[in-house]
């Protein structure tokens, strides 16, 4: 049931959490339904975003509630992440089990330390085509990856802008992403494929870093660990 529950998490991770592949332009919307009651147009709001993550990386901890519809499975996770732009990423699971899951923008890392297995694999292959987030360490790429429009606030008065993928693919439909109207922090990210699983991670105590060492998003395989490479 444990291999089960880590194959279910990572797998969602792979499908429903990195994005790259960035080639058109944004679409943005200006229709009247893009003008906030504060006065902030959807731009004004992704210029925001812009600027607050401008930062060279950042830190936050996660609670990540995974769903497939088809299936009717639920599972949730938490751990803490570190992310430096462009494409390096280190997410570290600390329940329900311990894994970890790290790329340097090319090479891919998969570590569960109770299987005493690594899983290897290409960065882009599993990273690309619109298939996630790795827009989180390069805010940028939303406007060249998505058409994006502005939802109604939620209950707490954050902004949620809804993203479409320009190129579709039934591995993902569509991005929420809710923002902090007081901080311009991405405090949630819900992601849907063409077969309606979700996969929503909720980000908490977030801070902007300066001074990422790269060497964080570099995995040595533990000796004696089983490596399985991955297709694609």
Do not use: C
């Not at 996770?77 to 089990?97: C, H, L």
């Not at 320009?166 to 992403?177: F, Q, T």
Request: proline content about 3%; charged content about 25%; overall charge neutral.
């Amino acid at each position: 049931m444990k291999n089960k529950r880590l194959f279910f998490l990572s797998a969602v991770f792979i499908l429903a959490f990195s994005l790259s592949g960035f080639s058109k332009e944004l679409e943005v919307q200006t229709s009247a339904s893009s003008v906030k009651p504060s006065g902030l147009s959807l731009d004004d709001i992704l210029k925001r975003l812009e600027s607050r993550y401008s930062a060279p990386g950042f830190s936050a901890r996660f609670f990540q509630t995974s769903t497939l519809k088809a299936m009717d499975i639920t599972e949730t996770a938490s751990g803490t992440m570190v992310v430096k732009r462009p494409g390096m990423m280190r997410w570290i699971y600390e329940k329900p089990d311990k894994q970890e899951i790290v790329t340097d923008g090319k090479q891919l890392w998969i570590h569960r330390p109770a299987d005493n297995q690594v899983t290897v694999g290409s960065a882009p292959s599993f990273f690309g085509d619109g298939k996630g987030a790795s827009f989180l360490s390069n805010i940028q790429s939303v406007r060249k990856t998505f058409h994006v429009t502005l939802e109604k606030r939620n209950a707490s008065q954050e902004y949620v802008l809804k993203l479409v993928p320009m190129d579709k693919s039934y591995d993902l439909s569509s991005v929420l992403l809710v923002v902090s109207n007081d901080t311009f922090d991405i405090v949630e990210v819900v992601t849907y494929n063409s077969y309606e699983d979700e996969t929503r991670i909720e980000l908490s105590n977030i801070q902007m870093e300066q001074n990422l060492d790269d060497a964080q998003f570099k995995f040595t395989i533990p000796q004696g660990a089983e490596v399985v490479k991955m297709e694609g």
